[in-house]
Nanobody, 115 residues
């Protein structure tokens, strides 16, 4: 089992930067496909970025070039560096860990970008 806890959310101005962190507890963290998703008010949860245990990354078109996902398997953490933030990035951001049928979510952290 994997337990996930996000931190680092907050209020930032348009064009600013923010780094989200996800701390995991549990075994075999390195085998999990880790990702970040977000959900804005009135919208469905959407994919933001993901990273495999070996470091291969993937991004949504809307975040490519602005966001960077990274992981430290020894510390069991996944970070999301967000630059050039836009009001459209305002959402609750969730950390996700998946492996086979296992699928775990954190509680989420609010990111608000002011215009």
């Amino acid at each position: 089992q994997l337990q996930l806890a996000e931190s680092g959310g907050g209020l930032v101005q348009h064009g600013g930067s923010l780094t989200l962190s996800c701390s995991a507890s549990g075994s075999f963290f390195s085998i999990y496909h880790m990702g970040w998703y977000r959900q804005a008010p009135g919208k469905e949860r959407e994919f933001v970025a993901s990273i495999l245990g070996g470091g291969k990354t993937r991004y949504a078109d809307s975040t490519k070039g602005r966001f960077t996902i990274s992981r430290d398997n020894a510390k069991k953490t996944v970070n999301l560096q967000m630059n050039s933030l836009e009001p459209e990035d305002t959402a609750v951001y969730y950390c996700n860990g998946r492996y086979d049928e296992r699928n775990y979510w954190g509680q989420g952290t609010q990111v608000t970008v002011s215009a």
